[in-house]
T-cell receptor
Framework: GESVGLHLPTLSVQEGDNSIINCAYS??????FIWYKQESGKGPQFIID?????DKRQGQRVTVLLNKTVKHLSLQIAATQPGDSAVYFC????????????FGTGTRLTIIP | DAEITQSPRHKITETGRQVTLACHQT?????MFWYRQDLGHGLRLIHY???????NKGEVSDGYSVSRSNTEDLPLTLESAASSQTSVYFC??????????FGPGTRLTVL
């Protein structure tokens, strides 16, 4: 995931607009990726995942794009709502059967009413 | 409903004391994980277990230990707490790599 020093990257988006959160992953051998959402005072919550044999996967209001060439992952949230305000983490995994995840440092998304 | 719980939710301790953080899940998951979360570092893996009596070190395991005597519990012990171990600790459990369900976290302060 992205190394961003001591401060989280932040993104502010007007309610109803679309948001894009980016993540650069570190291991070219990673073959599985997950996006998590973490609200204040809570544990991370699974949003969507994608395997390395895919470039795009869609869920409800969310789309994950994977560019293996540049080791980049993005999460698109459509028609953002106040409840989307949270910190978003990408996580990568190498090899099915090795269940460990490596997490990025996260991006704080703030939805402006 | 099945769930994962952590206790205590908040803990203040002194340098040098032994501290144990509890994690309990009722999903009957084989895989359990402990992470610490610090600003600028995201979630870092401390220890993990793939089943009863199995434990493995993560990337930041120094000063921590775990034991897995049953499926439901993976307690995390700080042998001699240090100020550098002030953090928020998360436990997670799952069956496969796309299933890591996280607990609510324990905020530990070491004075």
């Amino acid at each position: 995931g992205e190394s961003v020093g001591l401060h989280l990257p932040t993104l502010s988006v007007q309610e109803g607009d679309n948001s894009i959160i980016n993540c650069a992953y570190s291991n070219s051998a990673s073959d599985y990726f997950i996006w998590y959402k973490q609200e204040s005072g809570k544990g991370p919550q699974f949003i969507i995942d994608i395997r390395s044999n895919m470039d795009k996967r869609q869920g409800q209001r969310v789309t994950v794009l994977l560019n293996k060439t540049v080791k980049h992952l993005s999460l698109q949230i459509a028609a953002t709502q106040p409840g989307d305000s949270a910190v978003y983490f990408c996580a990568e995994n190498v090899n099915f059967g090795n269940e460990k995840l490596t997490f990025g440092t996260g991006t704080r998304l703030t939805i402006i009413p | 409903d099945a769930e994962i719980t952590q206790s205590p939710r908040h803990k203040i301790t002194e340098t040098g004391r032994q501290v144990t953080l509890a994690c309990h899940q009722t999903w009957n998951h084989n895989n359990m994980f402990w992470y610490r979360q610090d600003l600028g570092h995201g979630l870092r893996l401390i220890h993990y277990s793939y089943g009863v009596h199995d434990t493995n070190k993560g990337e930041v395991s120094d000063g921590y230990s775990v034991s897995r005597s049953n499926t439901e519990d993976l307690p995390l012990t700080l042998e001699s707490a240090a100020s550098s171990q002030t953090s928020v600790y998360f436990c997670a459990s799952g069956r496969e790599r796309n299933e890591q369900f996280f607990g609510p976290g324990t905020r530990l302060t070491v004075l």
